[in-house]
């Protein structure tokens, strides 16, 4: 049973940072897509950021310059480094994974199938 854990949300100042981390168990295949979802308030989730297992990274113009994401395979989890953090950042930040690559950029929420509960980034001005 697949399941993904994400954290690391919190409450940070404009221009601050934050670190967070999608943790994978029960997932043990070796070509993959792991994507990060963000949902603001009073707007639809949006497909941000994704990386697969070949190495390929997509993000989304919005981020690019300011997040950055990596991985640690021996702990099986994926970081996302979020950093010059703005106001329209503030979002509930969810990672999701599928098998193989993904078709669509940006990432499609029907396209994975495994879900994180999801973590709280808030960013004050």
């Known amino acids: 049973d697949v399941q993904l854990q994400a954290s690391g949300g919190g409450l940070v100042q404009a221009e601050g940072s934050l670190r967070l981390s999608c943790t994978a168990s029960?997932?043990?295949?070796?070509?993959?897509?792991i994507a990060w979802f963000r949902q603001a308030p009073g707007k639809e989730r949006e497909g941000v950021l994704c990386?697969?297992?070949?190495?390929?990274?997509w993000y989304a113009d919005s981020l690019k310059g300011r997040f950055t994401i990596s991985s640690d395979n021996s702990k099986n989890t994926v970081y996302l480094q979020l950093s010059s953090l703005k106001s329209e950042d503030t979002a509930v930040y969810y990672c999701?994974?599928?098998?193989?690559?993904?078709?669509?950029?940006?990432?499609?929420?029907?396209?994975?199938?495994?879900w994180g509960q999801g973590t709280q980034v808030t960013v004050s001005s």
């Open positions: 999701a994974a599928r098998l193989g690559m993904g078709n669509y950029y940006p990432p499609r929420e029907d396209e994975y199938k495994y």
């Open positions: 029960g997932f043990s295949s070796d070509d993959y897509t």
């Open positions: 990386y697969n297992s070949h190495g390929m990274t």
